[in-house]
């Protein structure tokens, strides 16, 4: 048997009509589509499907995404059930679907979960002009030694996502970020765009968003881990209600290790599996760990095509 790892893509990942092929094509989609949007109010058939501001608002953004991933999981779980998991693995919002496909917490309680950290996460950002900075061609060292002289200055940026060689985010005050461009630059990144973000990721800003975050996941976090959950602050594995609740209140303010993580597991694996819209993960594999083959499901006709390669 294959050593397979499902993994989730994070905010960002998201578009409109997204997971339209599998409502138009399963009634199994179409009740989770119903499930999640009378679990917190929301009409998910026109938050994806039509053009609207909502969708690119985090509160709407997590549970869409999330709802997303969860049906293309489910129907290949359906489709193909003796393939099990060795791990699982997402990009921030990406790791509550890999506790959810892991069995430690149920759909819709998945589903409110993420509504609620969006807007935790929302909350902390509107007093402050927070922003996040994707850097290109710049080593880690570099960012890291700019964003500690910045805060030695009483500047309030840091290192967010790790997402592969020369490929790291930043985020923090955007007037800090924007003051801090040139600096980066002038350590050798190749780039430094600012990102159309209103919530500042995976740094000291939504310190705010911890407590209430981990009061939820108390109360809907279970032990029933299929497999484990990798970390995104340590890298490493977990497979307990308190470990999970614990690391995921860590998340919210400590940076996505997500290159770390899959070279931490990819010689121990045959291949990875993306679930949801996009490519995201697969195309950062690739750079990260060539050798690992990612396949993606991202409707009907990916869906078969990785059955007819890995569930015969």
């Not at 589903?111 to 969006?118: A, F, K, Q």
């Not at 061609?137 to 960012?143: C, N, R, T, Y």
């Not at 500690?148 to 500047?155: C, I, M, S, T, Y």
Request: with cysteine.
């Amino acid at each position: 048997m294959s050593r397979i790892a499902m993994i989730f893509a994070g905010q960002g990942s998201q578009a409109v009509g997204m997971g339209k092929d599998f409502y138009d094509n399963s009634e199994v989609a179409r009740e989770m589509f119903a499930k999640a949007g009378e679990r917190i109010g929301v009409d998910f058939k026109a938050l994806i499907f039509e053009e609207n501001e909502k969708l690119g608002q985090t509160a709407y953004t997590q549970p869409a995404i999330l709802l997303v991933q969860m049906i293309a999981y489910k129907l290949f779980s359906d489709a193909c059930p003796d393939v099990k998991a060795e791990l699982f693995l997402g990009h921030s919002l990406g790791e509550f679907s890999a506790l959810c496909a892991s069995g430690a917490i149920d759909y819709v309680d998945a589903i409110e979960l993420v509504h609620n950290r969006g807007a935790f996460m929302q909350s902390a950002c509107d007093s402050v002009e927070a922003g996040m900075m994707v850097l290109v061609g710049l080593d880690d060292a570099s960012v890291e030694k700019v964003c500690a002289d910045a805060q030695a200055e009483g500047k309030k940026v840091w290192p967010a996502n790790y997402n592969q060689d020369g490929q790291l985010v930043v985020a923090g005050m955007k007037s800090d970020l924007i003051s801090l461009e040139q600096t980066f630059k002038d350590a050798g990144a190749k780039r430094a765009l600012l990102l159309d973000m209103s919530v500042a990721s995976h740094c000291a800003i939504l310190e705010p968003a911890q407590a209430p975050l981990a009061e939820l996941m108390e109360k809907m976090i279970s032990n029933n881990f299929s497999a484990p959950v990798i970390s995104n602050v340590t890298t490493a594995p977990y497979s307990t209600k308190a470990d999970a609740v614990a690391l995921l209140k860590d998340q919210l303010v400590k940076p996505v290790k997500y290159k770390q993580s899959i070279l931490a597991v990819a010689n121990d694996l045959d291949m990875a599996i993306e679930f949801g819209n996009g490519i995201t993960l697969k195309g950062l594999n690739r750079r990260i760990a060539k050798d690992l083959k990612t396949l993606n499901i991202s409707d009907m006709a990916s869906l078969e095509a990785v059955k007819e390669e890995i569930c015969s």
